[in-house]
């Protein structure tokens, strides 16, 4: 196998990921934020709420319509750059992958529904209840594609048999038990990352056309999501410790610069590695991994030594592990200060720096996911499929996979170019306050005309 071959592979599937990620993340974070603005919205009687729900799907479309293409593009390489993983595993993974498929096309269906049936019902709940489908439809895409890569972490549901895999039990390979903790995480961040990014946007139109009533409500409304789900996604990351530590023990090592077993374990962060591969310049927490990963602060956590050199993953992953927790840790952070000042008389929550806290916080939320994705792909090396096929074993070995690169590259660069550009001229011409004054115009006539008292 031709190394630079297998080098480019890596940087397809990895420039491929790094951009789907981007809108799969809107795809799945953003129809619950949808649903949760109208359902309030309702309740209390509040034209602001629904208009944001409604300013809120349009956005959402166009990412839907990007996130397709990348979808697509993964599928493809799939095929054409990871052939031998596909020859192996194809007929282990090939329900999920049609699964995350069938949901794509149940969300599709019930948004193109939703969008065409405002106003349209005399009970303004069944219009509501179209949400649930399409939050639903969402989750299970993200749900089956994150048992696919659970699978490749925690293979299982099959027979060995003369290098292929024989007596397929789709449901126990899609049931691994990586997928319960990965699934939990992944919902979760999106989730938050979908919370953040409204967030921050009503924040930054608020740093610079003043604070509106209805930014201020989405900006408290987003917020308090964001509280929700940086805690959810706390647990996560809490629940995928022990999961590592119990079933892929040199991952978490790796990611804590571990390299001893012992018992109360260090948690290590920051600092960085010399030329002997000694810590140097890193905060030590006495025992608190050992905690982290059993619960026990004198439980022993396996090191990196208990495993053959060419089965560790690249120690880099530990700059990838604090930067994702530390994103995280940010978020969190913000929004309770946020809502410390909301509560607290003598503070304003919507001062600038405040808010500018808000709005770094969107990319933040994004780049923690990125980060969490690149632990996981990279942590996992050096398999693709883990204790059965090596990435290099996987890959093409046709050269023409540097011209696919290129080819990606130029697509993707296209593509976040024209998202830009629709969703600007899509929001830039119609201010939330205009739409606001027509919503209430139309309810206005609706209204008379239905004979009810204004």
């Not at 949901?103 to 019902?121: K, N, P, Q, V």
């Not at 303004?124 to 989750?139: D, E, M, R």
């Not at 490749?152 to 397929?168: I, L, R, S, W, Y």
């Not at 201020?216 to 809490?238: E, Q």
């Amino acid at each position: 196998m031709d190394l630079d071959t297998v080098l480019w592979s890596r940087w397809l599937t990895g420039l491929t990921l790094t951009f789907h990620v981007i809108f799969a993340t809107v795809g799945v974070g953003v129809p619950l934020m949808i649903a949760i603005a109208e359902f309030v919205g309702i309740r209390k009687k509040d034209p602001h709420y629904i208009l944001m729900a409604k300013r809120w799907t349009r956005g959402f479309v166009i990412s839907v319509a990007v996130g397709v293409v990348t979808g697509t593009a993964i599928a493809l390489q799939l095929a054409l750059v990871w052939p031998n993983f596909m020859q192996l595993a194809g007929n282990v993974v090939a329900l999920p992958l049609f699964m995350e498929v069938f949901a794509f096309f149940f969300e599709a269906i019930f948004l193109g529904i939703y969008l065409y049936t405002w106003d349209r019902f005399r009970n303004p709940y069944i219009h509501w209840l179209l949400t649930l489908p399409i939050v639903a439809g969402a989750s299970m895409s993200a749900f089956f594609i994150t048992t696919v890569n659970g699978f490749m972490n925690q293979p299982g549901g099959f027979v060995m048999e003369d290098g292929h895999f024989t007596a397929v039990n789709p449901l126990q390979a899609m049931f691994n038990t990586a997928t319960p903790s990965k699934v939990f995480h992944i919902l979760s961040s999106a989730y938050l990352t979908g919370a953040a990014l409204l967030a921050g946007i009503a924040a930054y139109v608020i740093l610079r056309k003043g604070a509106s009533t209805y930014y201020k409500k989405a900006l408290k409304l987003m917020m308090g999501v964001v509280l929700v789900f940086s805690l959810l996604t706390t647990i996560a990351g809490d629940l995928s410790a022990k999961f590592l530590a119990e079933h892929q023990p040199e991952k978490l090592a790796a990611a804590e610069w571990h390299f001893k077993t012992e018992s109360g374990a260090d948690l290590i962060l920051l600092g960085w590695l010399n030329a002997e591969q000694k810590v140097m310049g890193a905060i030590h927490l006495p025992k608190v991994l050992s905690f982290l990963a059993f619960g026990d602060f004198d439980a022993e956590v396996k090191g990196l030594e208990e495993f053959p050199l060419d089965e560790r993953p690249p120690l880099l992953v530990h700059y990838l592990f604090d930067l994702m927790a530390g994103t995280g840790f940010v978020i969190l952070a913000v929004a309770l200060l946020y809502f410390l000042f909301l509560f607290w008389k003598k503070r304003n929550e919507l001062n600038k720096w405040l808010l500018r806290a808000i709005v770094f916080s969107t990319p933040l939320a994004f780049l923690g996911v990125e980060l969490g994705w690149f632990y996981a792909e990279v942590g996992r090396q050096p398999w693709m499929i883990r204790g059965y096929m090596r990435v290099e074993e996987a890959a093409t070995s046709s050269p023409n996979v540097r011209i696919l690169f290129f080819l990606f590259l130029l697509l993707y660069i296209v593509l976040g170019i024209m998202c830009v550009f629709v969703l600007r001229r899509l929001f830039r011409n119609k201010p939330a306050e205009i739409e606001l004054e027509q919503f209430a115009k139309k309810n206005h006539v609706q209204t008379r005309e239905k004979g009810e008292p204004v």
